[in-house]
């Protein structure tokens, strides 16, 4: 009583594969695959000719808002979000209200997982206690409680200080730290990217140079302490090449880039529609290419969403006053195909291990792999498929996208969960 | 003879061999207007000729014409005590300057002339599609206790006339304001008149009647055209 | 020619011919504001609100005025608490408002963009009376019209802004709109409030007063905030005043006939000498009245537009 995949492009860089073959899924596991597999009497048989078929995608920066910010978005619309744009697994930031820097909150939202999400949610627990960047939370119980990693995500951590203690303190664990990059005194009240249109549009600017020398900083720090560091989002051209020299001397530090990060550019910012307002913000067109070419070389290891869903209120509001942040889950796959894979910028294998292999391994998660034996989460992508983002049509409760009325090619047609499908197309 | 042919697509002004201008309304649904003192309105036409019917003045009428009502603006006002020439832009301000050179003929006084634009005067300002460009209104002396005559070209529906009426008394307050045209044409719309006219031409609606000036045209000659459908 | 625009944001958007029409219009606007009757039937029946987010005295009675001697009804709401602090959103405000009849609603307001955004969510039209550090297109206007009474003509000119560019929406306009008129605009100031990315919107940058002054026809001195000490940009507004104060002995290495302008409130001794202030008191009479002519002339403007029907003579 299995489930056949058949005739799919199956992408496995773990395996080595990159070809026609059948996936049979048996019991939530991958029992067998093979070039070609005979159909057993009472096995449903899908039929993936046409697409490919790839390990389940795994978002490692996912605003959940719950607890406490329900209106903005819930483990449920959530997770439905991510498993409508292909990802299998999502790892919520802990800058929830409260934040999660207890053991206490970590169940909670496990709880509210195991009974409302779609697809594996994990979490990541705070540095500091309530991220106010000054006393350790209680990083050995978040640990104990299961959280994948350490963050004070939305805030950098601004003393030098703290983050060294935490960085030794979590090596305990071999937990990685991942942290926001922003020198607080440089980006204060900035909104935009500063440059030429944050000075044409009046807006405070955050300029590049907050985040290069935080991603410095926390470089150093790692070097020293043996930590391994994460850099969220990162936007710069000064940060990418600060990553590739770290990297290049052996410094245990990775990164990720959002694909908003790798497609729009500050000028989106003239007419202040606040749907473009993030943190960090929209850099240049060099900048741009800099994330880029740091996909492409290895440099960055990860695609990450930072979906980060607002109400529509609260984005409907003067440029200043509006809160940051833009959803990403429903469009990250199809940006990153259009403006990557179909480019021929990288490879299917490449994306691959941007967006599912390299998450897992940087958070020690399962999954990133079809391997036989392995639970069945599985991403299924029609890479022909043509379709133009429509905000109203979204699972996420968040409507804050910018690329609301943007052609794509390439977009996941189902997502299949433990052997399970939890998103699914008509005619697949 | 066809002297001219428009076809409107929205927001477009035109402007035909006589000077007059017309243009299209698109907020006010297919209706458009013929801006001049010498044109009728019309509405929901889509295609408009304009065809010359007749030359009803020549340089030689003209003058007779202007020369005869100099004559009666003196004599009503028993002189040229007081007495102050105000034009309405645009072809009244020529026919303004030309009374007052006849008056200065006739009399040897020298009568001062204004110029009135009433563009913030106007009723339809915001049903025009382009609004016209607002230009100076230079009446160089006080008007009060004045004896003023206002000279247009053409007298139809009577609203330029109101609109200049309000515009020169917002100027002060003169003793009697009087009204010169070289054409009235008739349908009057409101309850005016003129007290001096160098010909009645009794129109229909559909005819248009166009004033050239030598100083604005370049030669003096008044005809009357007909719009067809 | 008409005016195309269903508001008025900024000069950036603007075309010179637009910029020059405004500023033709202005003209006869000014005459209507010298006469003994100061009003016209122009806008009779049109509701202007004057929004104001920020104190401001000089800009929102000239609306005022502008609106009624153009015969229209204008009405203030004055709140000097933004609407997160008072609790309703500019969106509802705005809304309310257009539920009033406003035809056009004037805005000034401390976040830039507000008035991008008024105007994206309403059908009257907005006029952006200063939106935080971005644009203040009337000012803008008014210098130039000020400037072009005064020399005959923008273009050629090399016109000097002095003090806090980047802080200083009466700064950008003034780049804008000048530079699209072909005036040569020197920006001058420390490099802290007068930042070396300036040049990418078309103007020279400089630090030294002396080499900004020279040969100037027109100087335009913006008021320096005590808060920018505060923030550290300047270490302190006594030596800003050593160093870039406009005085009787940096004027003179000006044009001769050289025209100072201040968009006012002034600081007496900081910004500006005393002596060079008294002098320039008179160009700012003459641009409080240019002020109320230009705002005339764009309520004429933005309310041309077609809705009702009526005959024409």
Redesign the interface.
């Known amino acids: 009583m299995g489930l056949l995949i058949r005739g799919g492009r199956v992408v496995d860089p773990v395996q080595g594969l990159d070809g026609r073959a059948d996936i049979l899924v048996e019991d939530g596991l991958i029992r067998q695959i093979q070039p070609e597999l005979a159909v057993e009497r009472g096995t449903v048989v899908v039929d993936a000719a046409g697409l490919v078929v790839v390990p389940g995608l795994v978002d490692m920066h996912t605003h959940l808002r719950e607890p406490g910010q329900e209106a903005k978005e819930t483990v449920a619309t959530a997770t439905r979000a991510a498993a409508k744009g292909g990802y299998t697994a999502v790892v919520g930031m802990p800058n929830t209200v409260p934040v999660v820097d207890t053991p206490g909150q970590v169940e909670l939202v496990r709880a509210r997982a195991a009974r409302e999400g779609v697809v594996r949610v994990y979490q990541v627990g705070a540095i500091t206690k309530g991220s106010r960047g000054e006393e350790l939370a209680e990083m050995a119980d978040l640990a104990a409680a299961g959280v994948v990693a350490f963050s004070d995500d939305g805030r950098p951590v601004p003393s030098a200080a703290v983050m060294r203690r935490a960085m030794e303190y979590a090596l305990m664990f071999d937990m990685p730290i991942i942290s926001h990059c922003e020198e607080p005194s440089l980006a204060e009240g900035g909104v935009m990217h500063e440059g030429f249109y944050s000075l044409k549009l009046g807006l405070k600017g955050i300029p590049a140079l907050a985040e290069d020398l935080m991603v410095h900083r926390e470089i150093l720090l790692a070097e020293n302490t043996g930590c391994r560091v994460h850099i969220a989002h990162l936007s710069t051209k000064g940060a990418v090449e600060l990553v590739r020299q770290a990297k290049a001397r052996g410094v245990p530090v990775t990164a990720e880039a959002t694909p908003h990060h790798f497609t729009l550019t500050d000028a989106a910012l003239e007419g202040y529609d606040t749907n473009f307002k993030v943190n960090p913000p929209l850099r240049t067109g060099e900048d741009v290419a800099a994330v880029i070419r740091g996909l492409a070389d290895g440099t960055i290891d990860a695609i990450a969403t930072d979906h980060a869903p607002h109400t529509e209120a609260e984005k409907a509001m003067e440029f200043d006053y509006a809160p940051f942040g833009m959803v990403g889950l429903e469009t990250a796959l199809p940006l990153a195909i259009t403006r990557l894979v179909n480019p021929g910028v990288i490879s299917w294998t490449r994306l691959v291990e941007l967006m599912a292999i390299n998450p897992c391994r940087i958070l020690g998660l399962p999954g990133g792999s079809l391997q036989v034996g392995q639970p069945a989460d599985i991403t299924l992508i029609n890479p022909d498929l043509k379709r133009t983002v429509d905000r109203d049509r979204l699972a996420s409760l968040g409507r804050n996208t910018p690329f609301h009325g943007w052609s794509l090619q390439g977009w996941a047609v189902a997502t299949m969960v433990g052997g399970q499908f939890v998103y699914q197309e008509e005619g697949v | 003879m066809v002297t001219s042919s428009f076809k409107f697509s929205p927001?477009r002004l035109a402007r035909n061999n006589s000077g007059l201008l017309i243009l299209a309304?698109?907020?006010?649904r297919g209706?458009f207007?013929?801006?001049s003192?010498s044109t009728p309105?019309f509405q929901g036409v889509e295609d408009v000729q304009v065809v010359t019917k007749a030359e009803i003045m020549d340089a030689d009428k003209m003058r007779r014409a202007l020369t005869r009502v100099a004559h009666e603006i003196i004599e009503r006002n028993r002189g040229t005590d007081n007495l102050a020439l105000v034009g309405i832009r645009r072809r009244g301000v020529p026919l303004a300057e030309r009374l007052a050179a006849n008056i200065r003929q006739i009399e040897g006084v020298v009568v001062p002339v204004g110029i009135l634009?009433i563009t913030?005067?106007?009723?339809?300002?915001?049903?025009?599609?382009?609004?016209p460009?607002?230009?100076?209104?230079e009446v160089p002396f006080p008007v009060v206790g004045k004896r003023i005559v206002l000279v247009d070209d053409v007298l139809?529906?009577?609203?330029?006339v109101r609109a200049a009426l309000?515009?020169l008394i917002?100027?002060?307050r003169p003793a009697w304001i009087q009204l010169a045209v070289l054409v009235d044409r008739g349908h009057r719309?409101l309850p005016i008149r003129a007290d001096f006219v160098g010909k009645n031409v009794p129109t229909s609606r559909r005819e248009v009647i166009s004033v050239h000036l030598t100083e604005v045209d370049g030669l003096d000659k008044v005809v009357i055209g007909e719009i067809i459908e | 020619?008409?005016?195309k625009h269903k508001d008025l944001l900024g000069l950036e958007q603007l075309q010179p011919d637009e910029i020059r029409h405004i500023l033709?219009?202005a003209?006869?606007?000014k005459?209507?504001i010298c006469?003994?009757?100061k009003?016209?039937?122009?806008l009779r029946g049109r509701t202007v609100i004057n929004l104001f987010y920020e104190a401001s005295t000089r800009t929102r009675t000239s609306f005022e005025l502008a609106g009624k001697y153009?015969g229209a009804d204008t009405i203030n709401i004055a709140t000097a608490t933004s609407s997160v602090v008072k609790g309703e959103s500019l969106l509802d405000t705005a809304r309310t408002l257009e539920a009033m009849g406003a035809d056009v609603v004037v805005i000034r307001h401390q976040a830039s963009g507000a008035p991008h955004f008024l105007a994206r969510n309403l059908n009257a039209a907005v006029i952006n009376a200063g939106d935080g550090t971005h644009e203040h297109p009337t000012q803008a206007l008014l210098d130039m019209l000020t400037i072009r009474e005064k020399k005959g003509r923008l273009e050629g000119l090399v016109v000097t802004i002095l003090g806090d560019i980047l802080h200083s929406r009466v700064a950008r306009s003034n780049i804008w709109g000048l530079t699209k008129m072909g005036a040569e605009v020197r920006v001058v100031g420390p490099a802290t409030l007068v930042p070396g990315i300036f040049r990418q919107m078309g103007v020279r940058v400089i630090h030294r007063v002396e080499e900004a002054l020279a040969g100037a026809d027109v100087i335009n001195v913006l008021r320096i905030q005590q808060e920018r000490q505060a923030k550290g940009l300047l270490p302190s507004l006594r030596e800003y005043a050593r160093m870039y104060a406009l005085t009787p002995e940096r004027l003179v290495l000006a044009a001769p006939d050289v025209l100072v302008l201040h968009p006012g409130p002034m600081n007496r001794g900081i910004e500006i000498h005393p002596a060079v202030a008294d002098g320039v008191a008179s160009a700012i009479t003459e641009q409080v009245t240019n002020g109320v002519a230009v705002r005339m002339?764009l309520l004429?403007?933005l309310?041309?537009?077609?809705?009702?029907?009526?005959?024409?003579?």
């Open positions: 927001v309304c698109p907020p006010c209706r207007f013929a801006i003192g309105y634009d913030l005067y106007r009723d339809d300002l915001t049903t025009l599609a382009q609004q460009v607002l230009h100076k209104t139809y529906t009577g609203r330029t309000d515009a917002d100027l002060g719309e | 020619m008409g005016f033709d219009t003209v006869p606007m005459d209507i006469r003994e009757i009003k016209v039937p122009t153009m002339a004429y403007l309310m041309g537009g077609g809705q009702s029907h009526g005959t024409t003579d």
